[in-house]
């Protein structure tokens, strides 16, 4: 089991900035694939960046080279960043962190509290 704990958010201006951090703990030796997904109200919960202890990584469509996922570099799987540029109205939403162990799914996997980004002027 891999608990997930996630810090940042908050209030932003369109074409502000934002960074997110979710920190990983328990039993994380398994962990296959980090990364961020959102909601917004009345959407689904959808990926917005994802890399795999491969190397892989992969954005969603709608990042458009604002968003960057990172992860620290002391301890490969602990903690992963979500930087956010260029924020903008439609990227409101509950962000939430997650991790998932080989063979399974994010669906399957651990899912952090969920962080509430707003961009509005």
């Known amino acids: 089991q891999v608990q997930l704990v996630q810090s940042g958010g908050g209030l932003v201006q369109p074409g502000g900035s934002l960074r997110l951090s979710c920190t990983a703990s328990?039993?994380?030796?398994?962990?296959?694939?980090m990364g961020w997904y959102r909601q917004a109200p009345g959407n689904e919960r959808e990926l917005v960046a994802q890399?795999?202890?491969?190397?892989?990584?992969?954005?969603a469509d709608f990042v458009q080279g604002r968003f960057t996922i990172s992860r620290d570099n002391a301890n490969a799987k602990s903690t992963i960043y979500l930087q956010m540029n260029r924020l903008k109205p439609e990227d409101t939403a509950v962000y939430y962190c997650?991790?998932?162990?080989?063979?399974?799914?994010?669906?399957?996997?651990?899912w952090g509290q969920g962080t509430q980004v707003t961009v509005s002027s």
């Open positions: 997650n991790t998932y162990s080989h063979g399974s799914s994010a669906e399957f996997g651990s």
């Open positions: 328990g039993n994380i030796f398994n962990v296959y694939a």
């Open positions: 890399f795999s202890i491969r190397g892989a990584t992969n954005y």
